[in-house]
C-alpha cells in the first residue's frame, strides 16, 4: 500500500495555561510534494512544527510516517526517523566554518580526529547539488542571514532528511535568492524529498507549492491546489475577511532634513561594508534601502543608529531585538522605563506598565496569552509587532526600520506599514531597510539600492517598478556617483 509520508490526524496541543495552539489538525504530505503551511501569527504553524520535530508532544490525535505511528520525544529521534527543521532563526555556531556547523554532532573523522577535509568535500558536494552557494571554509558568524539559512538547510540534508520542515525561510532571504532556494526546493522534491513549508507569502505558495494548508486560531480553514488557488483568495482566507489594496503614500516636498550622512565607510574586506554613503533623510519621507542581503544594509543601519535621537527596529529581532527569557511587559518598556507614567519618582508603576503593555499587544493584534508572558515562546511575527510598536511608542524624530514586517503574516504586514506610513505623515524621518521588494515599492518616497557598500542607483519612488531595481542589486549596472543626497539626481526610468 502506497502510504503518504506524513499524515496527521486530529492532532491537538493544550498548554498547561490552557492555550489551545492546535485543535484537531488533519494534514497529509506525499512524497515529492512541497505543501505550504499558511495563516496569521499564532495560528499553530510554529506548533505544530515542534510536535513534528520531538520539541512538543500532541495532547491528542496522531502522527503518522509511512502508515505507522510515531511519537517523538526529543529531535533527535525525528531526524532519526528522517525529519529535518530550519528553524526561522539560524542556530549556528558563530566561530565555527560553515562545513563544522553542517557535520556538527555527525562528524566524518579520521584516527579519532575530525577530517576537516572530509567534512569541506561532503559540503560543497551537497552544496553543489542543490544549487545551495556556500563555501565551507567562511566563518558562519561572518554570513549574512540568507547565507546562513543556507547553511541550515544543508545541516538537515547531510544528516539524510527526506522530509524537510522549512520555518519562513524567505523571510531572511532576498529576492533573487528565494528563486534559487525554490529552485533548490523543486529539485529535492523531484528527487522523492517531501517539504512542509510554513510561510506568510502568498507569493511563495502560488510559485513553489502543490498544496496548501491555512491554519486560523489553530484549525484547519481551507486547503487545496496552490494552481487553483489566487492570492486575493488566500489573503483572505488567512486573516477571515477579504483585505484592501495597499495605498501607497502621496508624494510632497520633502521637509528639513533630520538625517545626514556623508562619506561612511567601514572596510571588512567583504561586500558586507561601506564605502563611501552619502544620505539625507527629510522629515515627513521615507527613504528605501533595497539591496541583496549582505550588501552593506545592516552596516549602514547600525552607523545611522548611532546619532543622538535616531531610534532602531534591528534586522535580527530574537539576538538584538528583544531579551527572551524577559517578559513581554519587560521588553515593551525596556527603551522608556525612565518615563511617566512607566516611572514614578524613580519607581516602576507595575500597575501603568501593565496596562501600556496590554494595550500594546491589543492595538498590534500580538498571540499572547498576557503581559507577563515569555517573549521569546511568542511566535517570530508577533516577536516582531513587539518589537516595532515599542519603536513607535517613542514617537520618533529619525527611525530606522530594518526588515519590520519580516516573518509577520499578510494581514499583521499591511497594519504595521500603515503604522510606518502615520509616523511618516506626522513628520518622522525614515530609513527603511528591507529585503522585500514590495514593501520597499510600496512605502518609499525615495529609494536608494545598495551594492557592495555603496550606492549604486538613487530612484524617485512615485512610479517605481521592481524590474528597473533588479541590474541595479545585482551590480550589472551602475549609476555614476551616485549617493541618495536630496539633491542627488535620480535613475532615468526611461534610459535604464
Known amino acids: 500500500m502506497n502510504f503518504p509520508r506524513l499524515d496527521m490526524r486530529g492532532v491537538a496541543k493544550r498548554y498547561a495555561n490552557g492555550l489551545l495552539a492546535n485543535d484537531g489538525i488533519d494534514l497529509c504530505l506525499a512524497r515529492g510534494e512541497i505543501h505550504a503551511l499558511i495563516g496569521e501569527n499564532g495560528a499553530g504553524k510554529s506548533t505544530l512544527i515542534k510536535m513534528l520535530y520531538g520539541l512538543e508532544q500532541p495532547s491528542a490525535g496522531e502522527i503518522l510516517l509511512d502508515g505507522r505511528q510515531v511519537r517523538f520525544d526529543t529531535p533527535a529521534a525525528a531526524i532519526r526517523a528522517g525529519i529535518g527543521l530550519v528553524p526561522q532563526h ?7 566554518s560553515v562545513a563544522r556547523n553542517v557535520v556538527l554532532g555527525a562528524e566524518p573523522r579520521r584516527w579519532g580526529w575530525l577530517d576537516h577535509r572530509a567534512a569541506a568535500r561532503a559540503v560543497d558536494a551537497l552544496a553543489r547539488r542543490y544549487g545551495l552557494e556556500a563555501d565551507p571554509a567562511a566563518l558562519a558568524g561572518m554570513l549574512p542571514l540568507g547565507a546562513q539559512q543556507r547553511v541550515e538547510i544543508l545541516k538537515a540534508l547531510y544528516r539524510g532528511a527526506d522530509l524537510l520542515l522549512l520555518d519562513e525561510p524567505g523571510a531572511v532571504l ?19 524529498m517531501s517539504v512542509l513549508l510554513i510561510t506568510h507569502k502568498i507569493a511563495d505558495v502560488l510559485e513553489v507549492a502543490d498544496r496548501y494548508t491555512v491554519l486560523r486560531a489553530g484549525r484547519v480553514v481551507a486547503s487545496g491546489s496552490s494552481s487553483e488557488a489566487d492570492a486575493a483568495g488566500l489573503a483572505a482566507r488567512i486573516v477571515g475577511r477579504p483585505l484592501a489594496p495597499p495605498v501607497r503614500p502621496v508624494a510632497r516636498a520633502p521637509g528639513e532634513v533630520r538625517l545626514r550622512a556623508r562619506g561612511l565607510v567601514h572596510a571588512t574586506g567583504a561586500a ?56 513581554i511587559a519587560e521588553n515593551a518598556i525596556a527603551t522608556r522605563y525612565r518615563e511617566a507614567p512607566l516611572s514614578r519618582r524613580g519607581w516602576l508603576d507595575l500597575a501603568a506598565i501593565d496596562a501600556a503593555t496590554r494595550a500594546m499587544i491589543s492595538d498590534y493584534g ?16 508577533n516577536m516582531q509587532k513587539i518589537v516595532l510598536a515599542r519603536a513607535l511608542a517613542a514617537q520618533p524624530g529619525v527611525l530606522v526600520a530594518c526588515q519590520p514586517t519580516r516573518g509577520v ?6 497594519f504595521l506599514r500603515q503604522r510606518l506610513l502615520a509616523l511618516r505623515d506626522a513628520g518622522a524621518a525614515i530609513v527603511l531597510v528591507s529585503g522585500d521588494l514590495d514593501e520597499i515599492l510600496e512605502l518609499s518616497d525615495r529609494v536608494a539600492v ?28 551602475r549609476q555614476p556617483q551616485a549617493s541618495a543626497r536630496l539633491d542627488a539626481p535620480f535613475v532615468d526610468g526611461e534610459a535604464a
Do not use: K
Not at 539560524?90 to 565555527?96: D, G, I, N, T, Y
Not at 534559487?180 to 523543486?186: C, I, P, Q, S
Not at 503574516?409 to 499591511?414: E, H, L, T, V
Open 174 to 192: 532576498a529576492p533573487d535568492e528565494t528563486a534559487a532556494l525554490f529552485e533548490a526546493l523543486r529539485a529535492l522534491a523531484d528527487d522523492g
Open 450 to 477: 545598495m551594492f557592495r557598500g555603496a550606492i549604486a542607483g538613487h530612484f524617485r519612488g512615485e512610479g517605481l517598478q521592481a524590474r528597473l531595481l533588479s541590474g541595479y542589486m545585482t551590480g550589472a549596472r
Open 409 to 414: 503574516d499578510i494581514g499583521a504586514a499591511r
Open 366 to 381: 500580538v498571540a499572547a496569552a498576557g503581559p507577563q508572558q515569555p517573549i521569546g515562546a511568542l511566535s517570530g511575527g
Open 272 to 327: 558586507e561594508c561601506l564605502a563611501g554613503v552619502d544620505l539625507d533623510v527629510a522629515a515627513g519621507e521615507i527613504l528605501g534601502i533595497a539591496g541583496v542581503e549582505g550588501n552593506g544594509q545592516a552596516l549602514l543601519a547600525r552607523a545611522l543608529a548611532r546619532e543622538p535621537d535616531v531610534v532602531l527596529v534591528t534586522e535580527d529581532r530574537l539576538h538584538d531585538g528583544v531579551a527572551p527569557a524577559l517578559s
Open 90 to 96: 539560524v542556530q549556528l555556531v558563530p566561530s565555527f
